[in-house]
C-alpha cells in the first residue's frame, strides 16, 4: 500500500501549463508525448501546447494508426513505439575515448552530464518496466552510474490509464492501469462535457513542494469516484489477455515445441520488438578510430538476441537460427527473467505486438505453447 503523502487534490486543465513551467524553471528537461511522424512518441516539450491533444490510437498486431478523439483530451491515446527507457538507457553513449599527441596517449571518461529530465505521462506498465531495468542496472556491485544518475535526477509524473489499447494486458501482468507507486505525481484527467480537470494524487515530497506553488482544491468523493471509474473500466476494456499461471514452467519445459518452428516462419529477426519494448536492455560495445588514427571513441549501443552476431562467441552463434532466437527472447521475457531478477520481464504494454512487421503477438505465442504443450520428444 503506497503512503499517502498528501491528500489527492483537483487542477484545472489550464493548470497543466504552470506544472511544467514550473518543472522547466527547476531545471528540468520535460519530456512528454508529442505527435510525430504519424505516431505518438515522446520527446522534449517546450510547452503543454505540444501534447497531443484530441489524438488517440488504434493498435493491433503489427497495425497503428493515429485518430481524431471526439474530445479534447491530452492523454487520450495509448503507449506508442518510444518508451522512456531512451532517455535513462540512451541507445547510444559514449563510454570513453582516446586521444594521441605524437608519442603520449590520453583516455578520457565521457563524463557529458545528462540532464535533469521530467516525464510526463508516465503509465503504470511503464513506472513498472523503470522498476524492472532499476534491477538490471542498479544491481549492486554492477551497478551503472550514468543510468544511476538519470533515475535519480528525474522526476516522474505517472498517468492512470483512460483508455486501453488494442495490444495491452498490463491486468495479466499485475502492472496497470493504476499507477500505484514510484512517481512523484499520478494525473487521472478528468474529462466530460461540462470539464477539463485533472485528479493529482502526491506521491513524494517532490511532488507535494511541486503542487505548493500551482492552483488546486482539495477532491471530492465524486472526482474520487469518477477517476476510479475511469480506471475500472479501463482494466475491463485490455485488447489482450495472457494467463500466466504456470506460464514459466510451461515455457521452460517445452524448447521442442512444434511452435517455435512455426512462429520462425513468420518471424522476420528484425528486432523491432526488443527495440520498442520498455525492458529490453541489451547492448553491445563498439570501438571506433578515425581515419588519421590520432582519435578513438569505446561506445556502447542497443543491441538484440535477435541478431545473429549478438550471441556470437569464437567458432560460431549460439542462436543461429530464428527459432533458436525467438525462443531465446519469449523464454527469457516470460520464463528466465523470474529466475534471474525475481520478476518477469514483461509489462504487458503490448509494444512489441504493435510494432512487429508480421503481427507476431507475444500472447498467442505464449499461449500456443503453454495451453497444447506436447511432452518433448524421446531423444534416445
Ligand atoms: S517477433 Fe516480429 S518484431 Fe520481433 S524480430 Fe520477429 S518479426 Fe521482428
Ligand atoms: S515483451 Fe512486449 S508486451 Fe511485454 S513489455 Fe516488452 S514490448 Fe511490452
Not at 480506471?231 to 517455435?260: F, I, S, V, Y
Request: contains cysteine; charged residues 25%.
Amino acid at each position: 500500500m503506497r503512503k499517502e503523502l498528501a491528500s489527492p487534490v483537483v487542477i484545472a486543465e489550464k493548470v497543466l501549463h504552470t506544472l511544467v513551467c514550473e518543472l522547466q524553471n527547476a531545471g528540468y528537461s520535460v519530456i512528454g508525448p508529442m505527435v510525430r511522424d504519424q505516431a505518438i512518441i515522446y520527446d522534449e516539450l517546450d510547452s503543454v501546447a505540444d501534447l497531443p491533444k484530441g489524438w488517440g490510437d488504434q493498435q493491433q498486431a503489427g497495425s497503428y494508426r493515429l485518430v481524431k478523439r471526439p474530445d479534447k483530451a491530452l492523454f487520450g491515446y495509448t503507449v506508442g513505439p518510444h518508451s522512456w527507457k531512451k532517455f535513462l538507457h540512451p541507445p547510444h553513449l559514449r563510454l570513453w575515448s582516446v586521444r594521441r599527441t605524437g608519442n603520449e596517449v590520453s583516455f578520457s571518461h565521457d563524463e557529458t552530464p545528462s540532464p535533469k529530465y521530467a516525464f510526463l505521462g508516465v503509465r503504470s506498465c511503464e513506472l513498472h518496466a523503470m522498476a524492472i531495468q532499476d534491477k538490471v542496472f542498479l544491481q549492486a556491485g554492477h551497478e551503472d552510474a550514468g543510468y544511476h544518475q538519470r533515475r535519480n535526477d528525474s522526476f516522474i509524473i505517472a498517468l492512470n490509464c483512460g483508455e486501453a489499447g488494442g495490444t495491452c494486458f498490463c491486468t495479466s501482468m499485475d502492472t496497470g492501469p493504476q499507477a500505484t507507486g514510484g512517481f512523484d505525481l499520478a494525473l487521472t484527467e478528468l474529462l466530460d462535457a461540462d470539464r477539463h480537470d485533472f485528479l493529482v494524487e502526491i506521491g513524494s515530497e517532490a511532488g507535494a513542494k511541486l503542487m505548493r506553488d500551482v492552483a488546486s482544491r482539495e477532491a471530492s468523493a465524486k472526482d474520487l469516484t469518477t477517476a476510479a471509474n475511469i480506471l475500472a473500466r479501463t482494466a475491463e476494456n485490455m485488447g489482450r489477455h495472457l494467463d500466466t499461471k504456470g506460464l514459466k514452467e510451461r515455457l521452460q519445459e517445452n524448447p521442442e515445441h512444434p511452435r517455435w518452428d512455426e512462429v520462425a516462419a513468420r518471424c522476420l529477426s528484425c528486432s523491432n520488438c526488443t527495440m520498442v519494448c520498455p525492458t529490453c536492455f541489451c547492448t553491445s560495445v563498439e570501438d571506433t578510430a578515425d581515419l588519421a588514427g590520432d582519435t578513438a571513441e569505446h561506445s556502447r549501443h542497443w543491441d538484440s538476441c535477435f541478431n545473429s552476431d549478438f550471441s556470437y562467441i569464437h567458432g560460431g552463434s549460439i542462436h543461429s537460427s530464428v527459432k533458436s532466437r525467438y525462443r531465446q527472447w519469449l523464454t527469457h521475457k516470460l520464463a528466465h527473467w523470474i529466475d534471474q531478477f525475481g520478476t518477469s520481464g514483461c509489462v504487458g504494454c503490448g509494444r512489441c505486438i504493435t510494432w512487429c512487421p508480421t503481427g507476431i503477438d507475444i500472447t498467442e505465442e505464449a499461449a500456443a505453447i503453454g495451453s497444447t504443450a506436447p511432452p518433448p520428444e524421446d531423444a534416445s
